[in-house]
């Protein structure tokens, strides 16, 4: 059932808004349980000396959900879903980093099966200087604003053509039946549908399922490992749709396809399967060279 524009209205006012900053301290321990929490194998990942490239959300989680409900109503909570994330890389978190978070609401978009509404969430260090940009889309499940405000996020989407091509790499992970529960306390996520069956049923969903930024960090890792030589510095942009959910105990499947190379960088297109079903669409990474 859809809910209609004369029961709901987003604040228009919020759009263009930047939310205060919060402040956000790195440490090495952090940057390594959330490596763990998404079994990547890559080792300065896994002793904190880095931050896995998808570890940028957290600094900027608690501004993200505050944006989202400076625009969208609280009572619509649980019928967000996270619809595209996109990620654009200045340089990798380090312990030690001292970052400033903030958000800024961008658009919104009504449609008879949701609403879309778009932020700019930005992080910058002591000094100032940007470390990540990034656009993250909410969808919120059968609710019709009736309008659109503001702009959308910039486009990522794949190009059909690449299917005739050999793929450059495939890589086969398994997401653990306590996924979730080591994902949540590391990521700082601790949203009910994925952690608690009865939540998760009655938010129409199958049981619970794993984070969408937590299948993100998997395509990160494969990413690095097959085309980067792990070396997180390379990755300049990591973009995804989200298209269905991904449950604990599944095996997934990351297939890239080069598209472009230019300017000393190569931009790779991606999808994510699980038993032949798309669980992320319109994936990019753009590395250095």
């Given at each position: 059932m859809t809910t209609t524009p004369a029961q709901v209205r987003f604040n228009a006012d919020s759009i263009g808004v930047w939310s205060d900053a919060e402040t956000f301290e790195v440490t090495q321990e952090r940057?390594?349980?959330?490596?763990?929490?998404?079994?990547?194998?890559?080792?300065?990942?896994?002793?904190g000396e880095i931050a896995a490239p998808v570890f940028a959300v957290v600094p900027?989680?608690?501004?993200?959900?505050?944006?989202?409900?400076?625009?969208?109503?609280?009572?619509?909570?649980?019928?967000?879903?996270?619809?595209?994330?996109?990620?654009?890389?200045?340089?990798?978190?380090?312990?030690?980093?001292?970052?400033s978070a903030r958000t800024k609401p961008l658009g919104f978009s009504g449609a008879a099966n949701g609403t879309t509404l778009v932020f700019l969430l930005e992080t910058r260090d002591a000094?100032?200087?940007?470390?990540?940009?990034?656009?993250?889309?909410?969808?919120?499940?059968?609710?019709?604003?009736?309008?659109?405000?503001?702009?959308?996020?910039?486009?990522?989407?794949?190009?059909?053509?690449?299917?005739?091509?050999?793929?450059?790499?495939t890589v086969v992970a398994h997401m653990d039946q306590d996924q979730t529960f080591r994902y949540a306390p590391a990521s700082g996520d601790p949203m009910p549908i994925h952690l608690d069956e009865e939540s998760a049923r009655l938010a129409g969903l199958p049981g619970i399922i794993i984070h969408g930024l937590c299948t993100q960090a998997f395509t990160s890792w494969a990413v690095l490992t097959e085309l980067a030589d792990s070396d997180t510095a390379r990755l300049r942009r990591l973009a995804v749709r989200f298209a269905k959910p991904v449950l604990p105990g599944q095996d997934i499947t990351i297939t890239i396809w080069k598209a472009a190379s230019a300017d000393g960088v190569t931009t790779y297109a991606f999808e994510t399967t699980v038993d032949g079903e798309v669980v992320i669409k319109d994936g990019l990474a753009e590395i250095t060279n």
């Open positions: 940057l390594s349980q959330y490596a763990a929490a998404t079994n990547d194998p890559i080792a300065a990942h896994l002793s900027v989680f608690m501004s993200m959900i505050g944006g989202a409900f400076a625009v969208a109503p609280p009572e619509l909570a649980m019928r967000v879903v996270h619809g595209m994330q996109d990620f654009h890389f200045h340089r990798p978190i380090r312990p030690g980093d001292v970052l000094a100032g200087e940007l470390v990540n940009e990034q656009y993250m889309t909410a969808f919120f499940r059968n609710v019709d604003v009736g309008e659109t405000v503001g702009e959308l996020a910039p486009p990522h989407k794949f190009d059909e053509a690449l299917r005739a091509d050999v793929p450059v790499a």
